[in-house]
């Protein structure tokens, strides 16, 4: 066995022909084993890509232990890079030693196996290229969404997780028993921004939100990610605006750090991709509703958008869209009337391909009255809501905010069937485990 090695080499500068023909030191797990004659194939995978190690009887002196070796074994390498067409990859280190980390046992995740079982197996399948492809472009959502609105001046702002307010109505509510009193576990981080503004300003957060939903769909979650934003001063167009670039931040992000990720994952496909840019379409509800008409679907005014209008929606542009001005009765309590019809709402929707609504965000009411009957309208108890309307009692200025549902864009970016795929361990309305 060769001597412990203090520098290692990623397997993805083997993969870019830096060390060929040097001799390097690997570690990783063994992702495929092939015995031929008196050689074994192993392809070795590290975070960073999969490479071809060929070991032999003449050249490493412990070939009877690596031979039976398993999927998923850990494993040292040291050998000579060579280029070599017939690897995955075309490159193979021809090992001088391999030293055994650890002998696992026989892996649960073969080939072809059913979704219930990965999911099942979901700590063992993170360790699969596809897996690791997403929650690559996810850690990098992530930095880029934090990255802009710290750039554009915003602050990170924490709210509680245990709340006792509905921010999104009752119909999605977790409860939990506080000592004997019910709270809930928050939808949004949204209620209590509205008070923080007056003393940071412009502020954001990523944090988790949770949605009893049963809609059991492609696209949600019952503990998603969400990132959102909430600025004093800041009016409709303005608000627009910043969801804009958050977009084209991210997107612009991802195309630059993981382009091969994204690849293999869309197919290859990337021209939506490359066309998200400023401006994106801006069409009204009203509109919207037309468009929908035109293109045969049921749909009538007042009525909320299903998947299939999103679908419709999303076909006809070739960038996302956002549709602003929906009646205020299928939209949120907080969200300003607009003043040209009070009907309508300051609101809008955001929506890409795939998954469809991927922002929501408003302008805020600033009428207590107003405010105060769609409560009372809702079926809610105002004297909960007490501390909140102070935000409307004590120098009350315009402002806005929105909210966009990270693995919804993790979903969108890398083309994925379901959101489930988004998230290291989904939470749905059938699964809580592993
Ligand atoms: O549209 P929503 O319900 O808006 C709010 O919660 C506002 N309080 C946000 C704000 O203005 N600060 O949710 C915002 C976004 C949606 O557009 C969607 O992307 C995502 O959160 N979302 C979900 N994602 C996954 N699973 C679910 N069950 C989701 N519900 C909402
Ligand atoms: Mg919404």
Redesign the pocket.
Known sequence: MHEKHAEYTDVNEILKGEHTGEKVCIRGWIHRTRNIGSMVFLNIRDPTGVVQVMASSDSVENYEEIKPLLLESSVEVCGEVAEDRRAPGGYEVRASGVNVIHAAGVFPIQEDHSVEHLLDNRHLWLRSTYMRDILTVRSTVFGAIHEYFRANGYKEFQSPILTPLA??GGS?LFPVDYFGDEVYLA?????Y?EAAIFSLGKIYTMAP?F?A?K?RTA????E?W?A???APWLEFDGLVELAEGMVCNVVKRVLENNREELERLRGGDMDYLLRVKSPFHRITYQEAIHKLNEAGLDIEYGDDFGAPHERELTDIYDKPVFVTHYPQEIK?F?MKRAPEDESKVLGF??LVPH?G??????QRETDIGAMESRLQGEGEDITRYGWFLDTRRYGSVPHS?????????VTWLCSLEH?RDSIPFPRTPNRYRP
């Open positions: 921010c999104e999605t939808q949004s981080w949204q209620l921004a939100s949605r939903e809609s696209r949600h979650l019952t998603y969400h959102e934003t909430e949120a907080y929707d955001l998954v609504e991927l922002i929501g965000g408003s905010g929105f909210g966009l549902g990270v693995e919804r864009l959101i």
